[in-house]
């Protein structure tokens, strides 16, 4: 039976890990979740514009993240030979086939450049604790960057987890205790998956600087109002040992479920049920106006 609930009903606003398995096959997937045929040729598109304008905004990498790199890009390269036949799966798997552009590129940089996803290598670095243990945080070290929702990737290159996710309201109390245990007791193999999802005005994928939102003008059925839906996944790479999180972002106008039964009232009401420091890091107060404006029929 398909579930015709809007995402928001399905996942809920509550801040949780929400993880579930999924198959090596489904692990990038081809198609965009909400039908978009053309999607996944556009936003690899605008990869490519962003990396050749704005490459220092979008790609970053730590020194000896490059073992990972080399990974991500044979693992990406197979995942697409495999089960993604008519896309581009190999851009330059031998060195004589390399342009000098091409030699320069971190290998993450290469793999990111074949798929729509964001890609983001996490590394773990043991830390001393106040008690003398030794605790072992996991920090980011590369990343391709394209399509961020509100957040800067300079700001993160090389922070824990914790910090990463400082601006997240009740992120220390509900999340970061459980992430960073997922994280030490992840194993080889299985990945892992997740979805979140945020709303935003417009349908603009490059979307770094939280201060410049702006509210929505009008209701729903001027389509500027969007469901912003991030499929996440984690899986630790075999030989470095740190671990990919890749994220495939879908945007799509909220007037879409506007008949939807109690989708739109749900939807109100989840913002006004968030709590004070949620509403403002949602920013919820932009987004009241259109849901509560009755739409045409």
Not at 189 to 205: E, F, K, T, Y
């Amino acid at each position: 039976m398909i579930d015709e609930r809007a995402p928001w009903q399905r996942l809920g606003f509550k801040l949780k890990l929400g993880l579930r398995a999924r198959s090596e096959a489904e692990w990038l997937p081809s198609n965009d979740l909400f039908g978009n045929q053309a999607a996944r040729a556009d936003q690899i598109a605008l990869k490519t514009q962003l990396l050749a304008k704005h490459h220092q905004d979008v790609f970053s990498a730590m020194p000896n993240s490059n073992a990972a790199g080399d990974e991500v890009l044979a693992m990406v390269r197979q995942h697409l030979a495999a089960y993604h036949h008519g896309h581009p799966h190999d851009d330059h798997p031998h060195d004589d086939h390399m342009t000098p552009a091409d030699a320069g590129l971190h290998p993450l940089d290469r793999a990111a450049r074949l798929v729509p996803e964001d890609l983001l290598l996490l590394a773990p670095f043991a830390q001393a604790a106040t008690d003398g243990a030794t605790t072992v945080k996991w920090h980011l070290v590369a990343a391709s960057l394209c399509f961020p929702a509100h957040w800067v990737l300079a700001e993160k290159m090389g922070k824990p987890l914790a910090a990463i996710h400082n601006p997240v309201p009740h992120y220390d109390e509900r999340l970061a205790g459980p992430v960073d245990r997922f994280f030490n007791k992840m194993t080889i193999g299985p990945i892992s998956a997740r979805m979140n999802w945020s709303l935003q005005v417009g349908a603009d994928l490059f979307t770094p600087h939280r201060a410049q939102r702006q509210a929505v003008t009008g209701d729903l059925d001027n389509h500027q109002l969007c469901l912003r839906l991030e499929n996440q996944t984690l899986r630790k790479l075999p030989h470095s040992g740190s671990v990919l999180f890749t994220i495939r972002t879908h945007i799509e106008p909220v007037s879409r479920w506007k008949h939807t039964p109690n989708a739109i009232d749900d939807l109100a009401k989840m913002l006004n049920d968030m709590s004070r420091e949620s509403k403002s890091y949602k920013g919820a107060s932009l987004y009241a106006g259109a849901l509560a404006k009755p739409t045409q029929k």
